[in-house]
């Protein structure tokens, strides 16, 4: 029975089945020896390498046996935080914070960006995210997004306001006034489009000029998802860039903030109160490493063109409205708005709709692929597609 459980984004009425699933396969849950494959691979793909890789478990919890915490309070930390941090400076140039949920991570970089100015002894007030964006579910993570069905319910940080992604109001909109601007590497909610490189230049530019804080949440795109292990574009150099979700490959979490060396020297010198019992999640930083150490033995990014090529032309094959893709996550128009009835008929195929971008339009499927190429995976996908849109 579920209904002692309160779920999140649910309503909690008890009038709605809840479909419980009695284990895991590598790519979902099973019940009553039914296979379904979750689409979004654990809420936006937490788990690119699936749901059984018991190398992750066995080697985080050898590891906890002798190191299971520490609190990172008064400068405390251990030889696998610093190794860590060594790595995604060597891999970024950048310094790292870390956290435990997406949302977390952005509202430090928010606190950042605020330190940032105050340290400057500049008064700014604003922060921007862009239209449809989704980057958490806290009070300023919500308020920064542009997920006005958040604000609608719970209302809005006064001082965060929402951008379009017409780059000339963008150029238009922000100034003195404003501390900083968050953008996804590419929004899953707002679409799935992908910005261009002269888009990207020109959003730099702009925040060069006025001195605000860029900060690239790159939460749904860390972890080999694009050809390299963070997904942003690093031609840009933003100020800060929040990662999580599949940074750990999953099996725990773990997000966090990358600081450039701009941020870092005007923000150190001052207490940064952001920090919490988990400060340094152990299982997630743990499990970072050994996703780095799977990528070396596996060479995950080497298999990238060939997944995403499979997944492109097996798409392509089908009779869809529209196909996007950044990475490995893919969006993929069908002509029947997602209704009760659709969603019905997913689960009969054995598809289980995660996340799917419902609030520009409901009729586009958001599907994130593995990172590794599995027969069985794909032609449960191609054998489900097929049906429904037949
Ligand atoms: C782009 C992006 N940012 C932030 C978040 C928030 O992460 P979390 O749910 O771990 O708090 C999410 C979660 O879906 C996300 O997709």
Not at 120 to 137: L, M, P, T
Not at 141 to 163: K, N
Not at 306 to 327: A, C, D, E, Q, T
């Amino acid at each position: 029975m579920s209904h002692r459980t309160f779920f999140p984004f649910s309503t909690n009425n008890n009038k709605q089945t809840s479909i419980l699933f009695d284990k895991m396969w590598t790519f979902g849950y099973v019940k009553n020896n039914k296979k379904y494959v979750d689409l979004s691979l654990g809420s936006c793909g937490c788990f690119p390498l699936g749901f059984t890789r018991k190398d992750f478990v066995q080697s985080v919890s050898e590891k906890l046996l002798e190191f299971p915490f520490i609190s990172g309070d008064f400068k405390t930390t251990n030889h696998q935080v610093t190794e860590l941090t060594e790595i995604f400076y060597e891999m970024t140039g950048y310094h790292s914070m870390f956290a435990v949920s997406g949302s977390d991570a952005v509202e430090a970089a928010i606190k950042m960006a605020d330190l940032y100015h105050l340290n400057k002894g500049q008064n700014r007030k604003y922060k921007f995210g862009f239209a449809d964006s989704y980057h958490g579910s806290t009070f300023m993570s919500s308020s920064i997004s542009g997920s006005t069905y958040m604000h609608q319910m719970h209302g809005r940080q006064v001082d965060c306001l929402t951008l379009s992604w017409d780059i000339n109001e963008v150029e238009k909109t922000l100034n003195y006034d404003t501390s900083c601007i968050i953008v996804e590497t590419c929004s899953w909610q707002a679409g799935l489009d992908t910005q261009t490189n002269e888009w990207w230049q020109r959003l730099k530019k702009i925040c060069e000029q006025y001195d605000i804080i860029l900060i690239i949440d790159d939460i749904a795109f860390t972890g080999f998802k694009t050809g390299k292990f963070f997904g942003y574009n690093v031609e840009i150099n933003p100020d800060i860039v929040c990662f999580g979700k599949a940074v750990s490959a999953g099996y725990f979490p773990l997000s966090g903030c990358l600081l450039s060396q701009k941020v870092k020297s005007h923000i150190e010198d001052h207490m940064f109160l952001h920090g919490f019992s988990y400060s340094f999640n152990m299982s997630g930083i743990l499990s970072a490493l050994y996703y780095l150490q799977v990528d070396k033995q596996e060479g995950l990014n080497d298999q990238y063109e060939f997944v995403k090529n499979k997944y492109s032309s097996m798409f392509k094959s089908l009779p869809l409205r529209s196909i996007k893709n950044h990475g490995l996550m893919f969006s993929l128009g069908l002509e029947n708005t997602i209704n009760k009835e659709l969603l019905n008929l997913f689960l009969d195929q054995g598809l289980y709709l995660g996340l799917w971008n419902q609030n520009l339009s409901k009729n586009n499927v958001l599907i994130q692929c593995p990172n590794v190429y599995d027969e069985e995976y794909a032609d449960k996908i191609f054998t489900g597609l097929s049906n429904i849109i037949k």
